[in-house]
């Protein structure tokens, strides 16, 4: 059964950091490429950062250069996002997503509430 599990989110001032965690099972992480995406409140779910099957590759949306990175983690099977200098507009439900373009294969988390507020 393929599980991806996000985890670390939370409430955080402005200017703070969280880490995010997502944990998978059921299928082969190593050759999965890995993204986060958000749905922030009323918006649409975009696009946040990926990270290749090797983790050679990163690329992320330009809202979040330079303050997000994303990692990953093989032999833990465990991709990570590490936020740092939120803002009150990363308010967001933020997506674990595993893609394998070979096979057109891709599975979803349930997602992990981040929320940053004075």
């Known amino acids: 059964q393929v599980q991806l599990v996000e985890s670390g989110g939370g409430m955080v001032q402005p200017g703070g950091f969280l880490r995010l965690s997502c944990a998978a099972s059921g299928f082969t992480f190593s050759i999965y490429d890995m993204s986060w995406y958000r749905r922030g409140p009323g918006k649409e779910r975009e696009f946040v950062a990926t990270i290749f099957s090797s983790g050679k590759y990163t690329n992320y949306a330009d809202s979040v250069k330079g303050r997000f990175t994303i990692s990953r983690d093989n032999a833990r099977n465990t991709v990570y996002l590490q936020m740092n200098s939120l803002k009150a507009e990363d308010t967001a439900v933020y997506y674990c997503?595993?893609?394998?373009?070979?096979?057109?294969?891709?599975?979803w988390g349930q997602g992990t509430q981040v929320t940053v507020s004075s």
């Open positions: 997503y595993a893609y394998r373009a070979s096979v057109r294969e891709s599975y």
